[in-house]
């Protein structure tokens, strides 16, 4: 079975909340798999503030990224 989850921030300034939301989106505890894996997709600016890294150091899993030019996250409040 494959399990998916979603999360996403938009605080690129503030490294701590930006983390914490991703957390606690995620849900970790509850979720975390025993094949578990991350995928990052990013503005650059998320990279160079910090906030990529400190995500990588506080998941208990592999993660892999890429930066690109457009990201879109789309939220199920976003839809009502």
């Given at each position: 079975?494959?399990?998916?989850?979603?999360?996403?921030?938009?605080?690129?300034?503030?490294?701590?909340?930006?983390?914490?939301?991703?957390?606690?989106?995620?849900?970790?505890?509850?979720?975390?798999?025993?094949?578990?894996?991350?995928?990052?997709?990013?503005y650059y600016e998320f990279i160079?503030?910090?906030?990529?890294?400190?995500?990588?150091?506080?998941?208990?899993?592999d993660v892999v990224g890429c930066?690109?030019?457009?990201?879109?996250?789309?939220?199920?409040?976003?839809?009502?």
């Open positions: 079975m494959i399990k998916v989850l979603n999360a996403c921030t938009a605080e690129i300034d503030d490294v701590d909340l930006a983390v914490s939301e991703i957390l606690e989106q995620l849900d970790v505890p509850g979720n975390l798999r025993n094949n578990s894996i991350g995928i990052i997709a990013c160079e503030t910090g906030v990529v890294a400190e995500i990588c150091k506080r998941l208990p899993f930066t690109t030019l457009g990201n879109a996250a789309i939220s199920a409040a976003w839809n009502s």
